[in-house]
Every structure is written in C-alpha cells, then in structure tokens.
C-alpha cells in the first residue's frame, strides 16, 4: 500500500508556472507507475500525465502537451508535475496517482492540491 501527498497548488496568473510534487510513503513507489489528474468544478476528473515506474516512459492529455512535463525522483518517493504557460482552463484540483505494475487502474490517490489561474 502507498500513502500519496500532493503540495505545491495555488494562485497564479496565466502564463506563469507552477510544480506540484507528490510525495508517497512506503518502500515500494519505484514498483507503481504514477500519474497526475485534475477536476475541474462541475466536470470528471481527467488523466494529464502518467509516467512508468522507471520513468523512462511518459503520457500526456492533449491538453498537457508541450506545457507539462511529469518526472519522478524514486529515491526521494516523489514524482513531479511541471506546468508552464498556465492558462484559466487548467484551473482544478489535481490529484496524483499509484498504479501498480501489470494493472490497468489507479488504485491509490492523494488528497488533492487547488491550482488556480486567474486571466
């Protein structure tokens, strides 16, 4: 089992840049691929980014490309969400993700962070 906690959210203009972090406890986050979602008020919440265990391997909304970078540290148990040139329409709760090897669902999620990007 992983504990996720995602920091890093707040209020910024669009254009600016933010990097939110989840940080997971336990010995095993470099055997969980990772990945990041966001919830908009009144809508689903949907995929941004997903990075492999290794992360060697990256995914990306439509949405996310060329502005978000995903990473990981697996010695620090933490994997990184870089979003540059913020627009209104990012604004939403983003929650990272841990997915276990050979599985096809996200099984464990953080609590969320709020980004904001006001126009």
């Known amino acids: 089992q992983v504990q996720l906690v995602e920091s890093g959210g707040g209020l910024v203009q669009a254009g600016d840049s933010l990097r939110l972090s989840c940080a997971a406890s336990?010995?095993?986050?470099?055997?969980?691929?990772m990945g990041w979602f966001r919830q908009a008020p009144g809508k689903e919440r949907n995929f941004v980014a997903g990075?492999?265990?290794?992360?060697?391997?990256?995914d990306y909304a439509d949405s996310a490309k060329g502005r978000f970078t995903i990473s990981r540290d697996n010695a620090k148990n933490t994997v990184y969400l870089q979003m540059n040139s913020l627009k209104p329409e990012d604004t939403a709760v983003y929650y990272c993700?841990?997915?276990?090897?050979?599985?096809?669902?996200?099984?464990?999620w953080g609590q969320g962070t709020q980004v904001t990007v006001s126009s």
């Open positions: 993700a841990a997915k276990i090897l050979g599985t096809y669902t996200y099984k464990y």
């Open positions: 990075i492999s265990s290794s992360g060697g391997s990256t």
């Open positions: 336990g010995r095993t986050f470099s055997s969980y691929a």
